[in-house]
């Protein structure tokens, strides 16, 4: 038996979404000798209310993915239903997010409350020594502290969505394929004739099969439409849906014959407004950020570093000071960037590598 | 690694006499063609039937009638008696394939089961008896908590006061319990499963008095008197004839009694290794009627989702309910029986084969405690 009492082998529970990451996880944890015990996650019913199939990370066409390579890897393999924890923690705080004007990274909020949440707890109370998923991201020592730090693969880097995992989970976690360019992991998968080896990477928002501004229609009774106000132009324009538009969005505006490119640089949702300028006027040099996590409590006053501001940006050189505990300023020191409330800030070292803490962007610019 | 098959209700398993015969079938030609193959085949189809029929002690102008399964069978049923526009009254606690065959069905009624009642019929019939309706579906043994419905009892009562057809699900008890010979039956029509007595699965069974309105669900070809469309799955076919020579020749008597040895050692073992690591429990149903082969046990406060992959772990398969529902956090069956949402998500089945090895008995729930006490 594979938890047999007394075994000296380590186990560890490895998220397989079916992608080629996780696959190569896992193989690379059963190479390292771990005993490793396969798990899929089943958020949501993709039978009853979906019909994409293959964009997600965990339909019933990865479900099966993973199963065969967890075969072929001759591991035990589970689905395990978090719908309710999913449905609670990530859908529900994501259509409340954007009915407040938000623009929330559901990402973020499934990776702390779903996978390093739920499952962490499973994996407790399995009494299993380590959790382990495909994330692209290392963990490095430093000075006896564990931290997390960008991935070998800088364009495929994950860091930004688990900033805040704490210690203990850090202690608790491998991150296997962190060490290696997606190529190479695509590479060892094409080696050890997983199917997958060639799949496509999936995409942020996984439950949704059409547009955003339907999906929060379906989910909400409240009146959605509003006007689109050109602050250039001094022009409105009725909406039936504001949702279907989304700070910093360029195309699909219906103002046509500006001279400079127009952007949504505001969204009101209380008044229903979405404004619409040029991009100068949705630029940001300062701004606050809630719910910070200092990954160090000697950095608690303040420090210069860089912070990330959205899953696509690299990171911006930045002063971020403490206001409260919870709490922070961010100051970018060299450009002003369109920063998105709602969405993470996450802090890295001067050098960009080492994920040193990490908050909510608020509506305040902190100026 | 070590271990311990206890998930029988599921599957059953081939049976060692049944992959004998198989390796000695002959799989060439369609039953429904005239030459020589195609007889031999139909011959295997015919044969099986009569086995069946003996073994179920239908009459001569039963229908016995093949499909691929459970499944099928209850939808197929479901589906006559909706041709008809019959008022139906469904149990609750029925398998998702009786229970869903209803959906949408605005002359179906879904009756929960009262277990805090001390006899199942009386709960049933305390039920129906201010109910107007004219066909019943209940499962006769329950396939997740092992609950026997006294299904003659109930049809006796009903057909005192007026006619109603009775339908039931014999999946679970049959070849595990000594049931009435069907001739002499009340119930109108029955249906039974080949996997779950040792054949291979994809063959089912619908066994229905000559006045059952019987029309086809599957169209589309002269099998089965025209009654199911579709070349008949004959390799599971001769499998279940196969599977019923090695039940008829324990005997049903023989075959209970050893069922209730099993699980009556059985449950003094869990129970006194629950104790000693004091793990709270429940049996909730042991002041009702069950089958031998099926235990079901709740644990407060647990989650089967959790405890049923840390078993596996530990080399114990099992399950919580049906598998037609596994890894959903509440089976709907349960549900059917009333049971609280806190009791009924904390479930677990422990269903055996007839040869469970019963000196491992005590090892096996040693490990249960264990992985219930964290």
């Not at chain 1, 594979?2 to 059963?30: H, N, R, W, Y």
């Not at chain 1, 928002?205 to 006007?227: E, I, K, W, Y």
């Not at chain 1, 950020?289 to 409590?297: E, G, R, T």
């Not at chain 2, 039963?62 to 479901?78: M, P, Q, R």
């Amino acid at each position: 038996m594979i938890l047999e009492p007394g075994k000296q082998t380590k186990t560890v529970l490895c998220a397989m979404s079916g992608g080629v990451d996780s696959s190569v996880a896992a193989f690379l944890l059963k190479q390292k000798g771990y005993q490793v015990i396969g798990v899929s996650l089943q958020v949501w019913d993709y039978n009853k209310s979906c019909s994409a199939l293959t964009k997600t990370c965990c339909s019933p066409k990865d479900f099966q993915d993973a199963r065969l390579v967890a075969k072929k890897l001759e591991i035990p393999f589970y689905v395990l239903d978090l719908e309710k924890e999913f449905e609670t923690s990530v859908i529900q705080k994501f259509v409340n997010s954007y009915l407040q004007g938000l623009t929330p990274s559901p990402c973020i909020d499934c990776n702390q409350f779903v996978k390093f949440g739920a499952l962490w707890e499973r994996k407790q109370s399995l009494g299993i020594d380590k959790l382990a998923t495909g994330h692209h991201v290392r963990i490095i020592d430093w000075n006896g502290r564990l931290f997390l730090r960008r991935a070998r693969d800088i364009a495929k880097d994950q860091s930004y969505f688990l900033y805040n995992l704490t210690h203990d989970q850090l202690s608790g976690l491998e991150f296997p394929i962190g060490d290696f360019l997606k190529d190479e992991v695509r590479k060892i998968a094409e080696e050890q004739g997983f199917m997958n080896s060639r799949k496509k990477d999936s995409q942020d928002l996984c439950f949704l099969s059409g547009n955003l501004g339907d999906f929060l229609a379906s989910r909400t009774s409240a009146d959605l439409s509003g006007v689109l106000v050109n602050i250039e132009a001094n022009k409105s324009v009725k909406v039936d849906n504001i949702f279907h538009y989304t700070k910093g969005q360029r195309r699909g505006l219906p103002f046509a014959g500006s001279k400079d490119p127009l952007y949504v640089i505001k969204i009101d949702s209380q008044n229903r407004k979405v404004y619409v300028g040029k991009r100068s006027a949705a630029l940001t040099r300062s701004f606050k950020a809630k719910d910070w996590i200092w990954n160090y409590h000697d950095l608690a006053e303040g420090i210069e570093g860089f912070v990330q501001i959205r899953s696509t940006h690299r990171g911006s050189r930045a002063r971020v000071t403490a206001i409260t505990e919870t709490c922070v300023k961010v100051d970018f020191l060299e450009e002003s960037l369109i920063v998105v409330p709602g969405q993470a800030a996450v802090l890295y070292d001067e050098n960009n590598e080492v994920v040193l803490g990490g908050g909510i962007i608020t509506h305040d610019s902190g100026q | 690694m070590k271990r311990w098959y206890l998930d029988a209700n599921a599957n059953y398993g081939l049976l060692d006499s049944v992959k004998e015969a198989l390796a000695t079938f002959q799989a060439v030609g369609n039953p429904n063609s005239l030459h020589y193959f195609g007889q031999n085949l139909k011959a295997e189809v015919e044969e099986t039937r009569e086995a069946v029929r003996k073994f179920i002690g239908a009459s001569d102008d039963d229908y016995v009638l093949f499909c691929s399964g459970a499944t099928e069978a209850a939808n197929w049923l479901a589906y006559c008696v909706k041709q008809k526009e019959i008022k139906v009254e469904v149990c609750a606690a029925d398998h998702a394939c009786v229970r869903e065959s209803f959906w949408g069905y605005d002359k179906a009624n879904f009756f929960v089961v009262d277990y805090l009642v001390s006899d199942p019929c009386d709960s049933v019939l305390d039920y129906l008896a201010k109910r107007c309706f004219g066909s019943l579906f209940l499962i006769h043994a329950h396939n997740e908590t092992g609950v026997i419905f006294d299904i003659e009892r109930i049809a006796k009562q009903l057909k005192s006061n007026s006619e109603v057809l009775v339908v039931s699900d014999f999946v679970q008890s049959f070849c595990k319990v000594n049931l009435v010979p069907f001739r002499e039956s009340l119930i109108d029509a029955i249906f039974i499963s080949g996997h779950k007595i040792g054949s291979l699965p994809g063959v089912g069974v619908v066994v229905a008095k000559k006045t059952f309105p019987i029309s086809p669900l599957i169209k589309g070809g002269s099998q089965e008197r025209y009654l199911r469309g579709g070349t008949e799955n004959y390799p599971a076919i001769f499998s279940l004839r196969h599977a019923l020579s090695f039940w008829s020749s324990l005997g049903p008597e023989a075959v209970a009694s050893k069922y209730w040895q099993i699980k009556n050692y059985f449950i003094s073992e869990l129970k006194s290794a629950l104790e000693s690591k004091l793990v709270r429990f429940e049996f909730l149903f042991e002041k009702w009627p069950t089958i031998g082969n099926t235990i079901y046990v709740t644990f407060p406060g647990k989650r089967s989702s959790e405890f049923l992959v840390k078993l596996d772990l530990f080399g114990i398969c099992a399950s919580a309910g049906s598998a037609c529902y596994s890894g959903k956090p509440l089976s709907p069956s349960l549900e059917g029986f009333g049971v609280p949402k806190e009791l009924a998500q904390g479930s677990l089945r422990l269903s055996f084969r007839l040869d469970f090895d019963m000196q491992d008995i005590p090892e096996v729930c040693k490990i249960i405690a264990g992985v219930l006490k964290d």
